[in-house]
């Protein structure tokens, strides 16, 4: 198996996990980040759902703002009441 073949097998592997980071201060601002987020599939200020592999993310809070949307990764702000998660 060639450097090529390792690197496609390394990327198809990376795509199925998915990392979730939320920081807060004192329960009033959290900030969430999403990695290996592949779309939005619904967005409104108090619900947001996100696809990652095999599942979806369920965010709920008030309001919630998207404030990076960048390769891969995902970053919303706000008061988070709740994380669900489905799978698809």
Known sequence: MGVRERLIEYEEAAGRKFSITMT?????????????????????????????????IRVS???????NFGIGSIKITGKIHSLTFEEC
């Open 24 to 56: 807060a201060d004192n329960g009033k601002n959290a900030e969430l980040t999403v990695e290996n987020c592949r779309c939005v599939k619904s967005c409104d200020d108090n619900f947001i759902v996100l696809s990652v592999f095999g599942m979806d």
């Open 61 to 67: 809070g008030t309001p919630l703002v998207i404030d």
